[in-house]
């Protein structure tokens, strides 16, 4: 069972302050799960954010003082070089000269995820963006007209570098369009290998595919699943079915009859929608955004959740999941 919760708080206060409260103990265990010596030191990460994204530092610094200062909360909201850690995920952009639709599937155990979709106001831009480490983002957009989503790259290479979500996080802070996230892509490093597919207003998008063995390859491709140019990780390419996903996508996008409704109905069926919670790589939630017109979508069987930057109640959905389906109430 999971239960998300829309949250709107343009300057982070307290609201922030009570999710750090809540998700912490859950987050210092994971964060410590390889023992704390593996983990880089506070000036480490200090140094890596300000070398690679200085405009992040003064929200970084805000977030730590709403966390109590602590040595490790800082290190951990760095996501410099934080530990492994592994998704599903299927995600396609359908653009036209009237319209971008950026679709995602997230495939992940349901008891690992925050939950918390967030409306902010950090810097200049507003964002709408599925939470992760408390700021980072797993798919979001920014009132510029940017959309960005990721998923797991498919290889066991780790190394030197950022999570993806708080990569993801300063693109929609930062950026405004497809062609300047691709710059920010080609020279963050990410410590594990990504897929991070962005689509704009203007109907433009890539998928940057990422990883710290290896330069960035961005391109224009509209679908990602999670294998890179080829297949790196056998067992995992096997289990979560990354081919047949990939497949599926590429023939729906490349299909000129293909409407964003048919689409959309594509990620709530077989393969997209995945059951395998047993092993957690079963489908947690389907986003939609669409860049052109500042609305974001969330579904579950029987239930939409609409969203926007002038329209964001607060709520809150409650995801029961099972080998039977997921059910939400």
Not at 105 to 112: A, G, I, Q
Not at 197 to 223: C, E, K, L, N, Q
């Amino acid at each position: 069972m999971l239960d998300f919760r829309t949250v709107r708080e343009e300057t982070a206060g307290p609201r922030w302050q009570a999710l750090f409260g809540h998700h912490w103990p859950a987050y210092e265990q994971w964060y410590l799960s390889e023992g704390e010596r593996e983990r880089p030191g506070y000036l480490a990460c200090y140094n890596a954010l300000r070398k690679y994204m200085p405009e992040l530092l003064d929200t970084y610094r805000m977030l730590c003082e709403l966390a109590g200062g602590g040595d490790l909360a800082a290190r951990f909201l760095s996501l410099y070089q934080p530990p492994p850690y592994i998704t599903g995920c299927s995600q396609a952009v359908l653009a036209s000269p009237a319209s971008t639709l950026l679709a995602r599937n997230y495939d992940y155990p349901p008891e690992l995820c925050e939950g918390t979709i967030l409306y902010t106001r950090w810097n200049a831009r507003r964002v709408i963006a599925m939470s992760d480490c408390l700021w980072g983002v797993l798919d979001g957009m920014n009132d510029r007209g940017l959309a960005v989503s990721l998923a797991f790259g498919g290889s066991k290479a780790v190394g030197q570098g950022f999570g993806a979500p708080i990569i993801l996080r300063y693109l929609l802070e930062f950026c405004d369009s497809v062609p300047e996230a691709s710059d920010v892509l080609a020279r963050i490093p990410t410590h594990m290998a990504y897929n991070i597919t962005v689509a704009d207003a203007a109907g433009r998008y890539v998928t940057a595919m990422i990883g710290p063995d290896r330069p960035a390859s961005i391109r224009r491709v509209p679908v990602a699943t999670n294998h890179q140019k080829k297949i790196e990780w056998y067992a995992h390419a096997l289990a979560s079915e990354t081919l047949i996903r990939e497949r599926q996508l590429s023939i729906l996008v490349a299909d000129e009859a293909t409407t964003e409704d048919r689409l959309i109905a594509a990620f709530a069926s077989p393969p997209l929608f995945r059951h395998d919670y047993r092993r957690g790589l079963g489908t947690v939630y389907t986003a939609i955004y669409r860049p052109m017109t500042g609305r974001a979508q969330f579904h579950w069987p029987g239930l939409t959740l609409e969203l926007g930057f002038d329209h964001f109640p607060e709520e809150r959905i409650t995801v029961r999941y099972g080998a039977r389906g997921l059910y939400a109430g």
